[in-house]
C-alpha cells in the first residue's frame, strides 16, 4: 500500500500534532504547516521518530498565497497530495454585547476563512489522487452555546462547508470529513482573544476537566476517515447533546439559556 501524502495546518502543537503523528504511524507522509517554527520542528522529529517522514513550512492560513506556496511544495516535494486536514484555529470568547468587530473579523478570518482557502489551495491536487479533506470544527457548530457567538459562527460555517462540499465533490471522486470535539485537552488557550479574562478562566476549566486527549480525538477520526463517516463527533456526551438538540431543540434552547443566566449573574456579583 503506498503511504498517504497528508497536509495538515496547525501542526505545531495539539489536535493537529496528534493528527500527524497518528498518520505517520501508517508511515504517512507529512508536509506540516504553523505559525509556531519551533511547535513545526519539535512535531516533524517526532513524525520521524513513529515511522513517517515529510517537511515543514510556516504559513498564516489567513493568506492565501502562503496557502498556494504551500500546495507547490506539496506538488514538488511529495508529488501530490492524498488528504488534507484544516486544522489551524483560533479560540475565543465573550458576550456579543462585548465583542468587537475587530474581534469578529480575526476568528472568522483564520477559524473560517482558512478552512476555505486551504480546500480550495489544494483542491486541484485532491481532485488527481481522489483524496479526502478532512475540516476541524466544534461542538460550538452545532451546539451555540452562550458568550462565544464569533467562535460559534465561525465553526458553523466549516460545518456548512464540509456539507457543500461533501455533495459537490463526492460526483468527482473527493471524500470529506468534519469533525466536531468538544472540550479537550489541548493548548489552544494559548491563542485565546476575549473582552474579559475571567472568560478565558473558565474555558480553562472545561479544557482541563475534559475526560479526552488530543492523542484519543486522533485515533478516532483516523478510524471514522477509514470507516467514511462524515461528521465525526469524538465525545461520547457530543453525540448524546447532538441527538437532543435533534429531537428537542427548545429544551436545549432553555438549558443554554439558563447557562446564560447563571454567568451574567456570576459576572456582576464579582
Not at 96 to 115: C, E, H, K, P, R
Request: proline share 3%; hydrophobic share 45%.
Amino acid at each position: 500500500m503506498t503511504a498517504q501524502r497528508v497536509m495538515i495546518t496547525g501542526a505545531g502543537s495539539g489536535l493537529g500534532r496528534e493528527m500527524a503523528l497518528r498518520w505517520a504511524k501508517e508511515g504517512a507522509q507529512l508536509a506540516l504547516s504553523d505559525v509556531n517554527d519551533a511547535g513545526l520542528a519539535e512535531t516533524l522529529s517526532m513524525v520521524k521518530a513513529a515511522g513517517g517522514s515529510g517537511f515543514t513550512r510556516r504559513c498564516d492560513v489567513r493568506d492565501y498565497s502562503q496557502l498556494s506556496a504551500l500546495a507547490e511544495a506539496c506538488e514538488a516535494q511529495l508529488g501530490g497530495i492524498d488528504v488534507i486536514i484544516n486544522n489551524a484555529g483560533v479560540a475565543s470568547g465573550g458576550f456579543f454585547t462585548q465583542l468587537s468587530l475587530d474581534d469578529w473579523d480575526w476568528q472568522l478570518s483564520i477559524n473560517l476563512m482558512g478552512v476555505v482557502k486551504g480546500c480550495k489551495a489544494f483542491l486541484p491536487m485532491l481532485l488527481k489522487s481522489r483524496g479526502k479533506i478532512i475540516n476541524i470544527a466544534s461542538m460550538a457548530a452545532l451546539m451555540q452555546g452562550p458568550a462565544m457567538s464569533n467562535y460559534n459562527v465561525a465553526k458553523a460555517g466549516v460545518v456548512a462547508l464540509s456539507e457543500s462540499l461533501l455533495i459537490e465533490l463526492k460526483p468527482m471522486g473527493v471524500d470529506v470529513h468534519v469533525v466536531c470535539p468538544s472540550f479537550f485537552q489541548t493548548n489552544l488557550l494559548d491563542s485565546f482573544r476575549g473582552p474579559t479574562p475571567a472568560m478565558k478562566g473558565e474555558v480553562a476549566k472545561l479544557l482541563a476537566g475534559s475526560p479526552i486527549s488530543a492523542e484519543d480525538i486522533a485515533n478516532y477520526v483516523y478510524e471514522q476517515v477509514a470507516n467514511g463517516e462524515f461528521m465525526i463527533l469524538p465525545h461520547e456526551q457530543g453525540r448524546m447533546a447532538w441527538q437532543l438538540k435533534r429531537q428537542q431543540p427548545e429544551a436545549l434552547y432553555k438549558e443554554m439559556t439558563t447557562m446564560t443566566e447563571k454567568m451574567l449573574s456570576k459576572a456582576t456579583s464579582q
